[in-house]
């Protein structure tokens, strides 16, 4: 009897434990979602950002740009405000963050989060029609960000909303760039198109402490000084218009490097590395 009940024992399953309907309903709802779940979820969105009208894209990516520009201005402040310590970045970097947190909150289209949503349905059914769409996508948000953020620049710097002092911060926390030369902008721009493409990723399964989370990203950004092709443009754009750095030599030194760099972060790298994962796990398309 007691060898019986030993090889029952063994046979002991997880079935044998006795839940309500409810409790195992919330045992369902604290699963973290796999990574082919989570796959599926940005490419469903990049889908639908694919199929968006023109019109739409374009408008919200000004409206990106525009929102964007306040990295640069609350960075400003904060620099500003604070005593000329050695610690002054480790919090005016903070200001970097707001921008983000506007674009991403506000559901916004900002280039850097297209180089992996629209990417992802690419990838599984990889189609001309998919490559021309998802290139058209690309270059109206990503001229729309910049017609955004030069429109924001221009308007603060010459129609008074912002005070001289404030400039002046302005320009101070933008001087790194007008020396950093095109090899480093793309150098430095992969891992600002990684972190932002890893962010994308993380932010599609988690339930709270979502804006914990962007901040930490968009924070370590900042703080190591990584090439963002939006969020710089708005310091090389104040450069420009003071003289600091010709228009040639931003669009070659910085945005296009920059651009190139946050492409192989975010697609090149992060995305493929996405895809590689689950490829074996999806059910692809016909």
């Not at 690419?122 to 030069?150: E, K, S």
């Not at 001087?175 to 600002?192: E, M, T």
Request: hydrophobic share 50%.
């Amino acid at each position: 009897m007691a060898e019986r009940k030993s090889a029952g024992q063994e046979q002991e399953t997880d079935e044998d434990v006795v839940l309500t309907s409810q409790q195992r309903v919330q045992a369902r709802k604290n699963l973290r979602s796999s990574s082919p779940v989570i796959f599926e979820t940005i490419r469903q969105e990049g889908i639908e950002e694919l199929e968006r009208p023109a019109l739409s894209l374009w408008w919200s990516g000004i409206a990106a740009g525009l929102v964007m520009t306040f990295s640069l201005y609350t960075k400003g402040y904060l620099h500003l405000h604070l005593p000329d310590e050695a610690w002054r970045p480790l919090v005016s970097n903070f200001g970097y963050c707001l921008g983000f947190l506007l674009v991403i909150v506000g559901r916004l289209q900002l280039f850097t989060e297209n180089t992996i949503k629209p990417v992802l349905p690419l990838f599984v059914t990889p189609t001309f029609w998919r490559l021309r769409t998802m290139l058209a996508l690309w270059g109206i948000v990503f001229i729309a960000n910049l017609v955004g953020v030069c429109a924001s620049v221009f308007l603060v710097d010459n129609a008074g909303l912002a005070k001289p002092d404030q400039i002046a911060a302005f320009l101070e926390v933008s001087h790194h760039l007008a020396d950093r030369s095109a090899a480093a902008n793309i150098a430095l721009g992969v891992p600002a198109g990684f972190l932002l493409a890893a962010l994308v990723w993380g932010l599609a399964d988690m339930k709270s402490g979502r804006l914990l989370f962007i901040i930490a990203v968009t924070y370590v950004i900042a703080l190591g000084e990584f090439s963002h092709v939006v969020a710089g443009s708005a310091e090389v754009a104040l450069l420009t218009l003071h003289g600091d750095m010709g228009v040639g030599q931003a669009f070659t030194q910085f945005v296009f490097p920059t651009l190139l760099g946050n492409i192989l972060g975010g697609t090149g790298l992060f995305a493929l590395l996405a895809y590689g994962q689950v490829r074996h796990e999806i059910i692809e398309e016909s």
